[in-house]
């Protein structure tokens, strides 16, 4: 149980294009997703946190017209990186959380972005 | 607590050996505490977690140490195996931020066989 998903594992757009990545939890409602990027080498930073049928929030220093977040569904949310750049680059990983109480969260296995 | 962009430093130990694995948090606040394993190009997988009510938690083969004096973590790797050679994170809780969790620097680590 508790599996995430993400679509697709790998994208190459060119610069100045949209690219949405779908993040979705198989066998239980999300209440709340997390988006990461981590560069190579590096650890994982948050991005935002997505509440089902709210506005993200977004940590400092991120932009939040840049990357768009959407939780539409319990099960569904979308981050999409609106004209990117080769340094938008990156490896972008999601998270689930089940329940408000539970600090538990279920990590989907990445997608690789490649910005030409 | 936020994590950082640093390099990963690099762990190398023998196949069999024990491996330990440090990792400093900075807010003492934090009050939850994960272990995770990331392979090459896949997501974290969840290790093994502790509260800030307890010191020690042993699972399979894995122990996690709390020290919260100096804002310590540690996981020690018993019998380290091929298939442990991944990055570790450790990833803290900070209780008023509405359960985001914030991950360290991470610890490359590889299992010579």
């Known amino acids: 149980g508790a599996v995430v998903s993400q679509h697709p594992s790998r994208v190459i757009c060119k610069s100045g294009t949209s690219v949405k990545i779908e993040c979705r939890s198989l066998?239980?409602?999300?209440?709340?997703m997390f988006w990461y990027r981590q560069f190579p080498k590096q650890s994982l930073m948050l991005m935002a946190t997505?509440?089902?049928?709210?506005?993200?929030?977004?940590e400092q220093g991120v932009e939040k017209d840049k990357f768009l977040i959407n939780h539409a569904s319990l099960t569904l949310s979308t981050l999409t990186v609106t004209s990117a750049h080769p340094e938008d680059s990156s490896f972008y990983i999601c998270?689930?959380?089940?329940?408000?109480?539970?600090?538990?969260?279920?990590f989907g296995p990445g997608t690789r972005l490649t910005v030409t | 607590g936020e994590s950082v962009g640093l390099h990963l430093p690099t762990l190398s130990v023998q196949e069999g050996d024990n491996s330990i694995i440090n990792c400093a948090y900075s807010?003492?606040?934090?009050?939850?505490f994960i272990w995770y394993k990331q392979e090459s190009g896949k997501g974290p997988q969840f290790i093994i977690d502790?509260?800030?009510?307890?010191d020690k938690r042993q699972g399979q083969r894995v122990t996690v140490l709390l020290n919260k004096t100096v804002k310590h973590l540690s996981l020690q790797i018993a019998a380290t195996q091929p298939g442990d050679s991944a990055v570790y994170f450790c990833?803290?809780?900070?209780?008023?931020?509405?359960?985001?969790?914030?991950f360290g620097t991470g610890t490359s680590l590889t299992v010579i066989p």
């Open positions: 998270s689930a959380r089940a329940s408000q109480t539970s600090s538990e969260q279920y």
């Open positions: 066998d239980f409602q999300a209440t709340t």
């Open positions: 997505s509440n089902e049928g709210s506005k993200a929030t977004y």
């Open positions: 807010n003492s606040a934090s009050d939850y």
């Open positions: 502790i509260r800030s009510n307890m």
């Open positions: 990833a803290e809780n900070l209780e008023n931020t509405g359960n985001q969790f914030y």
